[in-house]
C-alpha cells in the first residue's frame, strides 16, 4: 500500500515519537550556508519500525542525529514520549561503527548501559544473557570483541541497545558494514526477535538498502530533494511472514514496494540534477 508524503506528523496518544517541520542549515568553514532539512514531520507509533532511506547525502543521518539529541534543529519540535518505559532509558542507539570496549568481555559489553542505570550486577549480567540468547550468542559472554567476527560483533552493540531496554531505538545503517550473508542472517534475527515480543522495541532505522527497508519496515519514509524532504511514505502491511528474508524477497508483492521506493528516490534524483 502505498501513499503520499503524509507520514502522520502530530500528538497521538499512541506516538512514542514525533517529528513537527524539522529544519536544520549547516554552516562551512567559509561561512556558506546549505540548508540540508526542511519541514521534516512524521512520528513512530508504540511498537512500530519507522525505516528512513534516500539518496546519498540527503540527511538520513542528520535526521537521526537530530533525534538523539547530537544535533539542535533550527526550527521545529520534537517529542518523545517514554513515560510508559518503566525503568527504561530513553534511547537506544546503534550505529554502523563498531562501538565495543575491547578491554571488556562480550557480558561486560552488554551489561555496560545496565550497569550505568545503576542496576545490581547479578540482574544485569541475567538481564544481559538473557538477549545475548535472543541474539544467538549464548556461550560466547567470556570473549572480548577481537575474537569474534564482524556479524557477533554487531549482535553484541544490538544486544547492548536492546539490553537496556530503550524507550526508542534509533539505528543508523547497522548493517551496512557487514558482508551480504551476515547482513541477511542479522536481518532474519532481528525479525524474528521483534516478533517473539510481547511489545516489540519502536524503532527507527536508517539505511541506504531498499531491500532491508521493505523487510523490517512497517513503514518506509523517502527522502528527497535539496533541501530534504519526505517526498513519499510507503505503507508495508501486506508481506505476511518476514522470518526468511530470502524467501520474501522472492515474492511479486515485496518486488514491488521496492520498486515503488526505487522510483521515488529516482525521481528525487533526477529532479535535484536539474
Known amino acids: 500500500m502505498t501513499g503520499q508524503a503524509n507520514a502522520q506528523g502530530g500528538p497521538q496518544p499512541d506516538n512514542v515519537l514525533v517529528l513537527e517541520n524539522i529544519s536544520k542549515t549547516f554552516i ?22 519507522v525505516c528512513v532511506v534516500g539518496p546519498s547525502g540527503c540527511g538520513k543521518s542528520t535526521v537521526l542525529n537530530i533525534i538523539a539529541g547530537l544535533l539542535e534543529p533550527d526550527g521545529g519540535t520534537i517529542t518523545v514520549n517514554h513515560s510508559e518505559a518503566k525503568g527504561a532509558g530513553r534511547l537506544g542507539y546503534i550505529t554502523q561503527r563498531d562501538s565495543l570496549l575491547p578491554w571488556r568481555t562480550v557480558l561486560g559489553n552488554v551489561t555496560l548501559g545496565l550497569e550505568m542505570q545503576g542496576m545490581r550486577r547479578r540482574e544485569r549480567r541475567a538481564a544481559a544473557r538473557e538477549v545475548l540468547r535472543l541474539v544467538g550468542l549464548e556461550g560466547v559472554d567470556h570473549l572480548r570483541p577481537n575474537s569474534l567476527s564482524g556479524g557477533m560483533r554487531k549482535r553484541v552493540q544490538v544486544a547492548r541497545a536492546l539490553a537496556c531496554q530503550p524507550a526508542l531505538l534509533l539505528l543508523d545503517e547497522p548493517f551496512g558494514a557487514l558482508d551480504a550473508q551476515s547482513r541477511t542472517l542479522l536481518q532474519g534475527e532481528l525479525v524474528r526477535w521483534r516478533q517473539s515480543q510481547e511489545q516489540p522495541a519502536t524503532a527507527v532505522f536508517i539505511t541506504h538498502d531498499l531491500e532491508e527497508a521493505v523487510l523490517l519496515g512497517d513503514r518506509v519514509i523517502v527522502l528527497g ?48 540534477a536539474k
Not at 530533494?225 to 528474508?245: F, K, Y
Not at 530470502?246 to 514491488?256: D, G, K, S, V
Request: charged residues 35%.
Open 28 to 49: 562551512s568553514k567559509k561561512y556558506e550556508c546549505r540548508k540540508a532539512l526542511e519541514d521534516i514531520s512524521f512520528s513512530v507509533r508504540r511498537g512500530e519500525m
Open 225 to 272: 530533494g535539496r533541501p530534504s524532504h519526505a517526498v513519499h511514505v510507503e505503507e508495508i502491511n501486506d508481506l505476511g511472514d518476514r522470518s526468511d528474508p530470502r524467501e520474501l524477497a522472492r515474492t511479486a508483492t515485496f518486488q514491488q514496494h521496492v520498486d515503488v521506493l526505487w522510483h521515488h528516490i529516482s525521481v528525487g534524483e533526477v529532479s535535484d
